[in-house]
């Protein structure tokens, strides 16, 4: 069984079969409605980081440094982290995989910003991404990270099972567009994120279920609320 624990905002732990822990944005300490915080965290093997603005980076690097876990994101992330003094780190780049313990990891596309948080001269600026895994046992998950709807997301169906989609709107895809991903995509279960934090961003994620309607199942989290696939 794998399992994905919703820690608020665009943050969540995923918990493999095999029993690896992997993090995806974290964003605890400032976010308003995050169950846990850093300091609680003790076992974590991998953290993957889909952009660089802090509400998905900045608690990436104290997390990493806490944990050990290795850090994986785009070349210029892991490079500003490594000018931060990690050292257990993997670099890739929109389009391309690689094989790691706990499955495949592939970073998609996203159309968004890509600032990097704590880069003050601008020098690690980058292309904002998401993630496709393909986890040992043959379960796959989107997650799409802070993202515009993209015609791209099409390429992306038959190959999902669990999708894990901003509704926020604001910044990125908001409830109708992010059911058009849905259309694109065809996963069989769809998580919303990236709504409620803030005013800007406040949905009804039980509206985003009526859209969807029966083209998938939504599955509605409070943090702390995990999934079980
Ligand atoms: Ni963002
Ligand atoms: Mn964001």
Same mark, same amino acid.
């Given at each position: 069984?794998?399992?994905?624990? *919703?820690?608020? @905002?665009?943050?969540?732990?995923?918990? %493999?079969?095999?029993?690896?822990?992997?993090?995806?944005?974290?964003?605890?300490? =400032?976010?308003?409605?995050?169950?846990?915080?850093?300091? !609680?965290?003790?076992?974590?093997?991998?953290?993957?980081?889909?952009?660089?603005?802090?509400?998905?980076?900045?608690?990436?690097?104290? +997390?990493?440094? /806490? %944990?050990?876990?290795?850090?994986?994101? %785009?070349?210029?992330?892991?490079?500003?982290?490594? %000018?931060?003094? &990690?050292?257990?780190?993997? #670099? &890739?780049?929109?389009?391309?995989?690689? @094989?790691?313990?706990?499955?495949?990891?592939?970073?998609? $596309?996203?159309?968004?910003?890509? /600032?990097? @948080?704590?880069?003050?001269?601008?020098?690690?600026?980058?292309?904002?991404?998401? *993630? *496709?895994?393909?986890?040992?046992?043959?379960?796959? +998950?989107?997650?799409?990270?802070?993202?515009? +709807?993209?015609?791209?997301?099409?390429? +992306?169906?038959?190959?999902?099972?669990?999708?894990?989609?901003?509704?926020? !709107?604001?910044?990125?895809?908001?409830?109708?567009? #992010?059911?058009?991903?849905?259309?694109?995509?065809?996963?069989?279960?769809?998580?919303?994120?990236?709504?409620?934090? *803030?005013? #800007?961003?406040?949905?009804? $994620?039980?509206?985003?279920?009526?859209?969807?309607? !029966?083209?998938?199942?939504?599955?509605?989290? =409070? $943090?702390? =609320?995990?999934?079980?696939?």
């Amino acid at each position: 069984m794998a399992r994905l624990t *919703w820690h608020g @905002h665009a943050t969540f732990t995923l918990e %493999t079969d095999q029993g690896h822990r992997i993090m995806f944005d974290p964003y605890l300490d =400032d976010n308003p409605r995050a169950d846990i915080r850093v300091e !609680d965290v003790r076992k974590l093997d991998f953290i993957l980081v889909s952009h660089g603005h802090f509400d998905h980076f900045q608690d990436a690097i104290p +997390l990493a440094k /806490q %944990t050990g876990a290795r850090l994986i994101s %785009t070349y210029e992330i892991v490079s500003f982290c490594q %000018t931060q003094g &990690l050292q257990n780190v993997h #670099a &890739l780049h929109i389009g391309g995989g690689n @094989h790691f313990d706990f499955g495949y990891a592939k970073m998609t $596309p996203a159309l968004h910003g890509g /600032q990097v @948080h704590g880069d003050t001269e601008g020098a690690f600026t980058t292309v904002p991404g998401g *993630w *496709w895994l393909d986890l040992k046992g043959g379960k796959r +998950l989107y997650y799409a990270g802070d993202t515009a +709807l993209l015609t791209d997301m099409q390429l +992306l169906k038959g190959k999902v099972d669990v999708a894990v989609l901003p509704i926020g !709107d604001n910044f990125t895809m908001g409830p109708e567009d #992010a059911t058009r991903a849905v259309e694109f995509i065809e996963p069989r279960v769809v998580l919303p994120m990236h709504y409620n934090t *803030w005013e #800007a961003i406040e949905q009804d $994620p039980n509206g985003f279920r009526d859209l969807v309607g !029966d083209r998938a199942e939504v599955v509605i989290l =409070d $943090p702390g =609320d995990s999934y079980n696939f």
